[in-house]
Structures are given as C-alpha cells and as structure tokens.
C-alpha cells in the first residue's frame, strides 16, 4: 500500500509512528489483553493513559499550574456554545474579534446567549487579515474576548497575541478556537484566559475536545449549562463526569510523545515556518498561482492559493489526486485550492507539492 500526501484541513494526516504503534496495539494493550476502545474509562489502564496524555500535554504548552486542562466532546463548535453558557457568569455580554468564517460562526452562536459585541472585524478588507489591536474596541463589561487565532478556512492567521493590558483591558480574558494551530508555534498561555480545539488537525481523531482554562474561570455557570458541559465539574471529575472520547484520548497522547520526540513545540515550529516559506515563496514568485492573504497574517497551517486560470481547478484537482497529492480542494465558500500542512506534514509533502504545481504550470501555462 503507498500513502497519499494528504493535505486535508481535518480530520487531517497523522504520523506514521502514531498509527503504526496504535495498530499494533488495537488488540492488546501493553499486555492488557484487551484493546483501549474495550476498557473502562475508570479502569486504572485507562487512567495511566489520560494521566500521561494530560502531563505531556501540560509540558509541550508549559501550561501553568492554575489552569486546568479538560478533555470534552462536541468538536470547536460545540465550544461557541458551551463557553458563554461557562463565562458569562453575572455579565450579559461578550466581545468577539471576527477574522473569518468561523470566528462569524462563534459570534452567531453567542448571541444565541448573550449580547455579543464585534470588537473588530477583518470583513471589509475580505477577511485577508487581522486587524491591528489599536483598532479593537472592547465593549464596556465583557465577560470575555473571543479569538480564533488561526482561520482554517481563510488561512489567516494573528501574527501577534492578544495582550489586553496592552490596551489598558487586562481584566478582560481572552478566549482562543486554537483548533488548526495548536501546538504548531510557541503560545502564552497565561495571556489566555481560555484557550480551546478540537483535536481532528493536529492533535488525533474527530471527536475529542481540548480546553485549558485558568481556575479562576471555573463556576461561572449560568443555571441552564448542561451538567456535562460545565467547565467546573468536568474538572473536578478529572474529564471522567462523564465517558470521555477515550480512544481519542489515546491518539492524543501518542501523538503528544511523538511531538516530545521530534523535539517538542519549539522544534516543530521550525519545521512549519521551513514548510510553508516554501509553499509561499513558490506562490510569490508564481504568476500562475496567487495567495490573497495579507503575507503579516499568513497561516503556517492552512493554506488557500487560487489559479489565475479557474477554468482548470478540475483538472488541477484531478492530476493532483493521480500524483498522490488529495485534498486539495478549498473549502467551497471560498474556493480555489487549500493545502493544509499541519505537523504531521512533512518538508518532503510540501515539496511534492511545489513540484507538481510547478510541473503543472508549465504544462497549461
């Protein structure tokens, strides 16, 4: 069998050593004598398994002590609810930055909930950007600044992040959808007040849901939270309130070890600057291919390029596919083509590429 190079924004690749190691213990788990999808979630085979996760998980982010780190359900989406339903406390009304698609997504699924104000917005200029916080005007009693620090679908991502002492607003807590970057480049994490993901790009399989919140956001409910959803008591019960996505648990934190081994965030971060330098240099110099995206804001994970011919998208698509390169194909309220090159995307992926597009060019230029 021959693995595709496979680009798709999510669920997206994962790496070989990860799969290959989950294969070889579908079965039987380090001798357990029963694979990790037929355990007990409060069995103590399992336990070791979400202990482990959740401390190499603390240490690739350097997550500090007075956050609590959760492993919920429900996806990014599921998030745009359930964390005004979490944060808003005695407050009636949050701030949202809208940089894209789906930081739109999370502001219309707030005001189901609260009074949602825009506190900036890149949608003028075509959500090619991010704008500048000198530009962000925070509402007078937000019980939050949402964030969606990267924009899968736009591949834009905030070149800077968000410091609300800054702008003399430091009592504000940032919250960040870090779903497509998440453990890709450096975070602060105590600049966050709440940072969140589902893990289908670069941490495991559909279905698992990371957040990390500072303690001091816990048991802010308001009264109609669903018990299940309630950050406080998913942290006192350890993320086992209720049956957690265990086998999805067990992906992460294998892959959280194969980061470890590659050299941890700081490494792979190079990695990803070396991966999309490439892929944008090429589109630079390229006057068959364009990149729409202010280059400050260029998303190292995701990234959306047109054909200045559209007729031939197809045709690009289909000789891309029978090269081994899939998923290529942009989301469809956009368009174009999108190559998503999370961390399990190798340079040699990138360059396979390049080399195709080049080749292609060429031939229908």
Known sequence: MSRVWNFSAGPAALPEEVLKQAAEEMLDWQGAGMGVMEMSHRGKEFTSIAEAAEADLRELMAVPDNYRI???QGGAIAENAIIPMNLLGQHDSAD????????AKSLKEARRYCKAHVAASAEAGGFTSVPAMTEWSLSDDPAYLFTCTNETIGGVEYPFEPDLAAIGRAEVPVVADVSSHILSRAMDVSKYGLLFGG????????????VIVREDLLGRSVPACPTAFDYKTVADNGSMYNTPPTYGIYIAGLVFQWLKRQ????????QNIAKAKLLYDYLDASDFYASKVDPACRSRMNVPFFLADESLNEVFLAESKAAGLV????????????????NAMPLAGVQALVDFMRDF???KG
Do not use: C, D
């Open 361 to 363: 060019a060429a031939r």
């Open 70 to 72: 959760l492993f919920m």
């Open 96 to 103: 949202y930055v809208v940089t894209g698609a789906w930081s």
């Open 263 to 270: 050299g941890g965030v700081a490494a792979i971060e190079a």
């Open 199 to 210: 893990a289908q790009k670069n941490i495991g399989p559909a279905g698992l849901t990371i």
């Open 327 to 342: 998923q290529l194909k942009g989301h469809k309220s956009v368009g174009g083509m999108r190559a998503s090159i999370y």
